[in-house]
């Protein structure tokens, strides 16, 4: 008697996702192009032959794994409208947990394993905090709970941001970081990349009803040209502040 096998996909998948894989890649190829040389080796120490950009998905990827199962919060902060960042006020620990691995790198005192956990969340959590739904306001999810047609494919807002938008373009994580960098001035650059977790996380919040503005539930060119200035800025600047973040902690 033949045997079926059914596999099945959890629907919820992209509840739980920050950056789809091609924008992960891109925040940390634009991060490789602006690291100092000692930040350059203090990343290679860790990583070896794997670069930032290729790290940068593992933080999602782990998420099958039930060992980190406790992790599941660690990728989106929650600061609603009006209010400012209070560590453990709201749901989500992303903030913290960047702290915490910025502070175990710059110390010099972590194992390789420790070392190797902290910087690939650091590269990951970095690009998670600079996507505006990131920083949730505490009603829906950060629009997850927002349902959407993206060009008529069900989805949701969240998931829009996440993906859609950047893979609309059907661009190379290379081809795309290489477009950005090509716009990237060395004010802003200076301007840019001593920012702080907090002044992301400002900015996420600030930029957040941006994203919910739009006059039906079919997404479309119109959505994506409204946006594609914010979604690159975005990028940019992830990119940019964990290279600053990192030539702060290798120097």
């Not at 661009?171 to 960098?181: F, M, Q, T």
């Amino acid at each position: 008697m033949k045997k079926h096998f059914f596999i099945f996909f959890p629907l919820f998948l992209s509840v739980v996702f920050g950056w789809g894989k091609t924008g992960h890649r891109i925040v940390g190829y634009i991060a490789e192009q602006h690291l100092t040389e000692d930040a350059k080796r203090g990343v290679s120490s860790i990583l070896g032959h794997s670069s930032l950009a290729m790290v940068s998905t593992w933080a999602d990827e782990i998420k099958s794994d039930p060992d980190w199962k406790y992790a599941y919060d660690w990728h989106w902060t929650t600061i609603p409208d009006g209010e400012n960042f209070e560590t453990g006020k709201r749901s989500g620990k992303a903030v913290e947990k960047v702290q915490e691995f910025l502070s175990l790198l710059k110390s010099g005192n972590g194992t390789q394993s420790e070392n190797e956990v902290a910087l690939k969340f650091l590269v990951h959590l970095i690009g998670d905090l600079h996507q505006p739904l990131h920083v949730g306001n505490g009603t829906d999810r950060g629009g997850n709970d927002v349902n959407v047609k993206w060009f008529g494919k069900s989805t949701n807002l969240h998931a829009v941001w996440d993906t859609d938008l950047i893979d609309h373009q059907k661009l190379s994580y290379s081809e795309y970081g290489d477009y950005l960098i090509l716009g990237l001035t060395e004010k802003k650059r200076a301007e840019w990349i001593n920012t702080d977790i907090f002044g992301v996380i400002s900015e996420s919040q600030k930029w957040r009803d941006q994203t919910y503005k739009f006059e039906n539930d079919n997404l479309k060119w119109d959505y994506f040209y409204q946006n594609k200035e914010l979604l690159e800025l975005r990028l940019l600047q992830g990119g940019v502040r964990l290279a600053g973040m990192l030539n702060r902690i290798f120097r």
